[in-house]
């Protein structure tokens, strides 16, 4: 069974820009999450999305959000890139048993 | 609100050592999940180990046991006979239980595990 793929696994892009990632679960996983990990704040969950519906959601701004489609694959978008938002991308995928599998992340630098 | 507190920074040992990670919790819910995840220089975390609030019985997978406390809100972590490729940094974590929050999971800091040979 293949593990979860996340694309780009490295991105670079200039403070004001927006930037999309790309995440594909484990086949027959419904429930995609995105967490964001740096150096200050560690590792913080951004949202949930199942069934093509964000079911949990972290407290960050606005200009982070996401979608689901209906094959599970999920994307992340973030808007007016700051430099703070430079940091590790995780993506996860969760089955009936309660365990999240990660990806190997994104990783952005914001310049 | 839930936390997640690993008080050991960065733990240095030497190849064969036994060594423990300690993880403690803070949680009002009476049902939840507890987690070790390992991350490796490469990035990706790697699932190591679930545990329901439910279930105390301690947990051993070859080199790797797992002591969970619920009277003290520990959910530790022990490497037996030390390998260089145990060198990683390893997360404590906590979910509320249900399908629809599992998702949700609060990462402790990390604890560095460096392992000489």
């Known amino acids: 069974k293949a593990g979860v793929t996340q694309t780009p696994r490295y991105l670079i892009k200039t403070r004001g820009q927006q930037v999309t990632l790309s995440c594909s679960p484990i086949?027959?996983?419904?429930?995609v999450s995105w967490y964001q990990q740096t150096p200050g704040q560690g590792l913080q969950f951004l949202f949930e999305?199942?069934?093509?519906?964000?079911?949990n959601k972290g407290n960050f701004p606005g200009r982070f959000s996401g979608r689901q489609f209906s094959n599970s694959r999920s994307e992340m978008n973030v808007s007016t890139l700051e430099l703070g938002d430079s940091a590790l991308y995780l993506c996860?995928?969760?089955?009936?048993?309660?365990?999240?599998?990660f990806g190997p992340g994104t990783r952005l630098t914001v310049t | 609100a839930q936390k997640v507190t690993q008080a050991q920074t960065e733990i240095s040992v030497v190849e064969k050592e036994d060594v423990t990670l300690d993880c403690v919790y803070e949680?009002?819910?009476?049902?939840?999940?507890l987690f070790w995840y390992k991350q490796p220089p490469s990035g990706e975390l790697v699932f190591l180990i679930r545990r329901n609030s439910f279930d105390e019985q301690n947990e051993i997978s070859g080199r790797y046991s797992w002591n969970f406390q619920k009277s003290t809100s520990s959910f530790n972590f022990t490497i037996t006979a030390s390998q260089v490729v145990d060198s990683a940094v390893y997360f404590c974590?906590?979910?509320?239980?249900?399908?629809?929050?599992?998702?949700?999971?609060?990462f402790g800091s990390g604890t560095r595990l460096s392992i000489r040979p």
């Open positions: 974590a906590l979910s509320e239980a249900g399908y629809s929050s599992a998702s949700k999971i609060i």
């Open positions: 999305y199942f069934s093509e519906t964000q079911r």
């Open positions: 996860a995928s969760m089955g009936g048993n309660y365990e999240q599998y």
């Open positions: 949680t009002r819910d009476t049902t939840y999940y």
């Open positions: 086949s027959g996983h419904r429930s």
